[in-house]
């Protein structure tokens, strides 16, 4: 949610990087395959690359099928040095909640992934 980096942004305390949760779940070929999608993609790169490399400190791929896979490894040539930053899980869900949990504080991860809203602050 973009509103929560905003608001956490202040002069004591500046957020300059981010971790983006992309869910792939349902993601169809006929959707990564689309000659126009890909071409509107790749004009749109370079125009948000700065700020993607600049801003994303880590970009967690779930419920990665196999067409999400193709997708995302066509586009991490072109993505450079930003998709080193790139932590791509398929669906099993026992695998992706485990890196999830080691990546994120807990009450970073959405309720529907399995946070729960008992578990207290240190």
Same mark, same amino acid.
């Given at each position: ?23 792939? !779940?349902?993601?169809? =070929? ?10 509107? $993609?790749? #004009?749109?790169? +370079? ?36 998709? !080193?930053?790139?932590? =791509? ?10 890196? $999830?949990? #080691?990546?994120? +504080? ?17």
């Amino acid at each position: 949610n973009i509103y929560c980096i905003i608001e956490k942004d202040t002069a004591d305390s500046e957020v300059r990087q981010a971790v983006g949760l992309l869910d792939c !779940e349902g993601l169809k =070929v006929l959707q990564v395959t689309d000659l126009p999608t890909i071409a509107f $993609l790749v #004009r749109r790169i +370079p125009i948000y690359f700065d700020l993607g490399s600049q801003a994303i400190g880590k970009a967690i791929f779930i419920n990665v099928n196999h067409a999400a896979e193709v997708f995302l490894n066509l586009f991490r040539p072109v993505l450079g040095g930003i998709a !080193e930053n790139f932590e =791509v899980y398929g669906n099993n869900k026992a695998k992706w909640m485990r890196e $999830l949990r #080691r990546l994120l +504080p807990e009450e970073s991860i959405p309720s529907w992934y399995g946070h729960s809203s008992k578990i207290s602050s240190p």
